[in-house]
């Protein structure tokens, strides 16, 4: 119908005056069609911009408007297809298209099939000679049912994401296990809390590492230290306010000396008391800078190699000053925090150990001589990854110390013999960028995940299982970092087609309006 529409439209463009039977039959069209697509032109021929939705170049321009804002606004930002008619109709669309509630939710629900039939085919189609290594984080998320994610960390492909009755390890294993089967994957260690069922499932179902999540386990820290801290540092604060003022009145009555002097000591003691409140905060601060920069692959002072060992110990130094805290601000530790956190600082340290061992696994598989190993282990891989660490940290205080570390690890590539050797040699950069990107000491990604998804069905009108699944495809396939890739893309290492695009060839025709040609087509809210 539209193509018709588009030939009599330029039919009635053409400089020479044509009647419906000259029309006809240059269009090759009936002369009831020709009268009736005439008149519907003529009745929505409203604004300036009608004639261009009339051209062909402006129906895929059109096509192209409709579904981009279903996607990106009804299925990516949960807005309302009420909401979305109101766009249209302010934008002027629905003399062109049918902008119907009911038109909008088809277009959104053939978008979403389109899209979860992309990841199928895609997906589907990916063969390896050898498994590929990854390393996940797990989490879940409760809204009407109980979500199960699974993340590979390094590239932020999304596993699995989907609705569960329960989060035991058994339903975790069943579906871990038909995406190893599926993709053909390695999974190297698990990023977790330290929920049960996740521990069970790396250690006796997966069979490797569970690494403590350093982020849940430094909020043991915040929970223990910062809530308190500030606590009593607001309630020293309001006493001072507060003797300040009867000292203020005391000598406003002329009181006795001895009464001026009882509470300008009462008045000195609390400010002891703060001092050592506010110096305690201080060394909270500093020892949740330590425990960031302790746990990492290399010294952030000397570049050098770092073992499970030499973390655990940096790690038990932390728990000391806790200690040391708590009992100088005689705060109660009634849920056991400390505890909780001391049981962790084994696991965050074994990481460290685990990664070195898969780095020298790798190397071994390149058959290279010895001074080339040393030389990317100790100079290239430093370098990388403290470059990586300082480009991708937001906090203004970690960065500076990461900018440290990176610029003593540069000059120290800049000033080896072998660096003008292997300068050009783009292969190892990569392997480093690679080798780096598996170091993951949190599983932060899969918690921001879930508070998108958390964020999306508070709008009030939850998450079906279909847009779940088109939600993860998106998140797979269409979005792109900084560098221009996309999670799928950096998990397999291989182009793929836009997804947008790749469901836009494959839409139907946009619906009609449903207004006749012989009615008056009124914008009405």
Known sequence: MRERRSKIFKLLCSAKKLSIRQMSKLANIPKSSTHRHKKVIEARNLYPESGFWETSEGQKYQHRLVVATILIFGVMCGVGAGKIRFYFKLIRLFTHVGISESSIRNIANEIENKIIEFQK????????????????????????????????????????????????????????????????????????????????????????????????????????????????????????????????????????????????????????????????????????????????????????????????????????????????????????RLNKFSKQVEGIAALTDSWWLWAEESLNSFQIDNDLKKWLIEVLLPFIYWKSQFTKTKNPKLKQSYQKAYENAKLKLERHPLTLLFEDRPEWVSWAEWMVSNFQRSSSAVEGRNGCLSQLRHNGRGLSGNRLRALTAIHNFGLRRSDGTTAAERLFRRDFPDIFEWVLERMGELPTPRISANSPMRLTF
């Open 121 to 336: 085919h895609y997906e589907g189609g990916i063969n390896f000679e050898k498994p590929l290594e990854v390393i996940v984080g797990a989490d879940e998320t409760f809204f009407d049912k109980i979500i199960l994610v699974l993340m590979e960390l390094a590239s932020g492909y999304i596993l699995i994401e989907e609705e569960a009755s329960d989060r035991t390890y058994s339903t975790w294993m069943e579906k871990v296990q038909n995406i190893i089967n599926k993709i053909g994957l390695r999974i190297k260690y698990v990023v977790s809390d330290r929920a049960k069922a996740l521990i069970k499932l790396a250690l006796k179902g997966i069979k490797c590492l569970s690494v403590p999540d350093l982020f849940h386990a430094s909020n043991e820290i915040v929970k223990l230290l910062g809530l308190n801290l500030n606590r009593k540092l607001n309630s020293i604060q309001a006493k001072i306010e507060k003797a300040s003022a009867v000292l203020s009145i005391l000598i406003t009555l002329s009181k006795g000396p001895d009464e001026i002097r009882t509470q300008k000591l009462v008045i000195e003691n609390l400010i002891c008391e703060q001092a050592v409140i506010e110096s305690d905060i201080c060394k909270y601060k500093e020892l949740l800078h330590q425990l960031s920069i302790s746990a990492h692959a290399f010294n952030i002072a000397t570049s050098e190699r770092q073992t499970s060992a030499q973390i655990l110990i940096l790690l038990k130094e932390i728990v000391k000053l806790i200690e040391e805290i708590l009992s100088e601000c005689a705060i109660d530790d009634k849920k056991k």
